[in-house]
T-cell receptor
Framework: AQKVTQAQTEISVVEKEDVTLDCVYE???????LFWYKQPPSGELVFLIR??????QNEISGRYSWNFQKSTSSFNFTITASQVVDSAVYFC??????????????FGSGTRLQVQP | DAGVIQSPRHEVTEMGQEVTLRCKPI?????LFWYRQTMMRGLELLIY????????DSGMPEDRFSAKMPNASFSTLKIQPSEPRDSAVYFC???????????FGAGTRLSVL
């Protein structure tokens, strides 16, 4: 069965610090997708990124970057020069793409990031 | 374009009452998902529809929960009778295809007293 583990329950940093959120996943499918979502204090779930299992290139989007390593089943998320507005709960999620796979997202338990001014 | 629209945003009801949550997916999306978020269990799938047909309802807790998707632009999640342990935030999400990006509604916060 699929599983997503976010071992960091809560992280607190001071503004402008870099911070990395860890995500480790388990799946038997060879084709799958990994996601990160942000849940700010207002409660909505905001999509950040999707990567497929065949694309291990790291991605950078502004202050955000993602490091996907199949060898360690990890999909880590780094925020560079954090800002107070980055304070939120961040969820890593997995969906399987093969015919018999689970299409719905399996979420990790989330990491609460607090960025102090 | 409008995103996924859920109603109501907040619902407070008494134990034993029927509760109906509503969702309008993004136009053109053919997959719809209902998730529930609680402190104890986190975010978990309740049911998933593809082309209005329920595909995976393994997360539906028990017979008190039912979901329908009568057409491509509307889905309901009904709890009858409601119990205090049903208190949670219920999210609806839609995607273009089953493995595409899921976009979430703002959620319905349900409190059962």
């Amino acid at each position: 069965a699929q599983k997503v583990t976010q071992a960091q329950t809560e992280i607190s940093v001071v503004e402008k610090e870099d911070v990395t959120l860890d995500c480790v996943y388990e799946t038997r499918d060879t084709t799958y997708y990994l996601f990160w979502y942000k849940q700010p204090p207002s409660g909505e779930l905001v999509f950040l990124i999707r990567r497929n299992s065949f694309d291990e290139q790291n991605e950078i989007s502004g202050r955000y970057s993602w490091n996907f390593q199949k060898s360690t089943s990890s999909f880590n998320f780094t925020i560079t020069a954090s800002q107070v507005v980055d304070s939120a709960v961040y969820f890593c999620a997995l969906s399987e793409a093969q015919t018999t796979g689970r299409r719905a997202l399996t979420f990790g338990s989330g990491t609460r990031l607090q960025v102090q001014p | 374009d409008a995103g996924v629209i859920q109603s109501p945003r907040h619902e407070v009801t008494e134990m034993g009452q029927e509760v109906t949550l509503r969702c309008k997916p993004i136009s053109g999306h053919n997959s719809l998902f209902w998730y529930r978020q609680t402190m104890m269990r986190g975010l978990e799938l309740l049911i998933y529809f593809n082309n209005n047909v329920p595909i995976d309802d393994s997360g539906m807790p028990e017979d008190r929960f039912s979901a329908k998707m009568p057409n491509a632009s509307f889905s309901t999640l009904k709890i009858q009778p409601s119990e205090p342990r049903d208190s949670a935030v219920y999210f609806c999400a839609s995607s273009l295809g089953a493995v595409d990006i899921q976009y979430f509604g703002a959620g319905t916060r349900l409190s059962v007293l």
